[in-house]
């Protein structure tokens, strides 16, 4: 759980979590296709991918992550 603004808490104290009425649902300003498959298949299996080369991928592309 993120906690959002100034709040802060020491380290292991109990909350309570309450759900809003309605929830917040946010859209992009600029929406963009992803084009599949992000790795070119030319040879499959030769990218190790890590969370950090999709990440790379993905800038690369000029997607948001």
Known sequence: MVL???STL??????SVVPRA????RVA???RR???PLVPPQKPGSVDLTA???A???QEQ???S
């Open 10 to 15: 020491p380290e292991g104290m109990a909350v």
């Open 22 to 25: 309605s929830p917040v649902i």
């Open 52 to 54: 950090e080369r999709i």
């Open 56 to 58: 790379e991928i993905l």
């Open 4 to 6: 959002e603004g100034e």
């Open 62 to 64: 000029d997607v948001p």
């Open 29 to 31: 300003k600029q929406q």
């Open 34 to 36: 992803v084009v599949l």
